[in-house]
């Protein structure tokens, strides 16, 4: 399968249910009451992280995903269902941004952890629910809102215990398959490994994942050559294996290759240059490698820097450098993480309330132009897109709102006049104020 490890997706709430008007008509019951039932939730969409998924790749196809619309209210006092939720499998390794913002939304590592990414609209009351005393028989129902809808930029980095770095072509692929039980595709041409290859070292029980890293080039945190596609999967191992190529025969070349390697890790992220690691001297079959490795082995010991001489091709030096692998794995533990999730998985209850309850953060007006007003409330806004005005007691309602927030009065004060337009959350209306025209 293709290796994606970028993908941007559009994500949709369902919408909420509309709200019923509907009166009871039973027969020997000459006045029965309201009986419309309230509209259901629309369905929430999570993501989730699975076991087993290697790539985002499955996006590429399907970038588009809706959660499922609440049913509408029905008489006989029904409500309608509830959306269902929709679920998003993800790759362990996930990192989840809001593309408009540019914010992190979370990180999902562990298999079964899930992010709430967007949140199905409230459903509309039906006019039972607005039933009270002093108005027995309201002829009124609200529509449901809309979910919300957000677009997501998803970036994989693999979670590997270990990574295998260094420059294009210095065996890093053919080490990996001598390691572990890996089968990644090799040739003798730079950029063989277009994308990361896994493979597992057993280890008491447990397993030690290694990562081969698609090769660094300079100028990879300017994202030239594989670029960051290379460096971002860096971050989430515990330690490192630096990878040279001693074929060369030269001491300053090799030397060149591990100053540019961690050259161009410090350019992206100068924590890495923290990272444990130690060092591999590969192709040590080759003569001229074999020489070198000495002068190499040496010069690392000067910088008190962990040194391994290993040929992937014949097998020699591996079993001494997996015992190495295995020893780090011990004195680095693996740490737990735990997903930095922004949006917390609220239950419906609190949704719904946080939804329903009106701000007391008085209305702002603002003058569009001459004859026209703006009227910016939160509360306001949203309920305007609940009532059809279609129905008079819509109208009625409304108007109670207006005067409960005391934005006649705002308007008044600002300068409206009689008959002037007046936008709340989009929708115009005409400015009639309680008492004589203007």
Not at 163 to 174: D, R
Not at 228 to 234: A, N, P, Q
Not at 246 to 260: K, P, T
């Amino acid at each position: 399968m293709k290796f994606v490890d970028l993908v941007e997706i559009s994500v949709r709430a369902g919408r909420g249910g509309n709200g019923c008007v509907s009166f009871r008509r039973e027969k020997y019951v000459p006045k029965g009451g309201p009986d419309g039932g309230n509209g259901g939730k629309g369905g929430d969409v999570f993501l989730e992280a699975v076991a087993g998924l290697e790539t985002l790749a499955d996006f590429e196809y399907s970038a588009r995903f809706n959660a499922q619309d609440g049913e509408h209210g029905r008489g006989k006092k029904q409500h309608g269902a509830n959306g269902q939720n929709l679920v998003i499998p993800v790759p362990c390794g996930t990192v989840v941004w809001d593309s408009k913002t540019g914010s992190l939304l979370g990180d999902l590592t562990k298999p079964g952890e899930k992010l709430l990414v967007a949140r199905g609209g409230r459903g509309g009351r039906g006019n039972a629910s607005f039933a009270k005393a002093s108005h027995r028989a309201p002829k009124f129902a609200e529509r449901g809102d809309p979910g919300e809808e957000v677009k997501l930029r998803l970036e994989l980095k693999l979670i590997a215990d270990v990574g295998l770095v260094g420059l294009p072509n210095v065996g890093k692929s053919s080490l990996l398959l001598a390691l572990t039980n890996a089968h990644p595709k090799i040739g003798p041409y730079p950029f063989t490994t277009l994308s990361p290859n896994l493979g597992v070292i057993e280890e008491g029980g447990s397993c030690i994942l290694l990562a081969d890293m698609p090769g660094v080039i300079e100028g990879a945190h300017q994202n030239k050559g594989l670029g960051l596609r290379f460096l971002r999967h860096i971050e989430r191992t515990r330690f490192l294996v630096y990878v040279l190529d001693l074929s060369s025969g030269d001491l300053s070349c090799v030397i060149e290759q591990w100053n540019a390697i961690r050259r161009e890790m410090g350019f992206y992220n100068p924590e890495l240059l923290e990272r444990p690691f130690i060092v591999v001297g590969n192709k040590i079959d080759l003569d001229e490698a074999r020489s070198l490795s000495l002068k190499v082995q040496a010069e690392m010991k000067r910088m008190n820097i962990s040194f391994f001489e290993t040929s992937a091709l014949t097998g020699e030096g591996i079993e001494r450098l997996s015992s190495a692998i295995k020893e780090f794995a011990r004195l680095h533990p693996r740490h737990e993480t735990s997903a930095d999730h922004n949006l917390s998985v609220e239950t419906e209850t609190a949704v719904m309330s946080k939804v329903a309850a009106p701000s007391k953060v008085a209305a702002r007006i603002l003058c569009v132009e001459e004859g026209i007003y703006e009227v910016q409330h939160p509360y306001l806004e949203k309920v305007v897109q609940r009532y059809d005005f279609n129905q008079d007691e819509a109208i009625q309602h409304f108007a109670l709102l207006l005067k409960r927030f005391k934005v006649e009065a705002e308007l008044a004060q600002a300068g409206a006049r009689y008959g002037d337009t007046i936008l709340i959350g989009g929708v115009p209306f005409e400015f009639q104020p309680d008492g004589p025209s203007q």
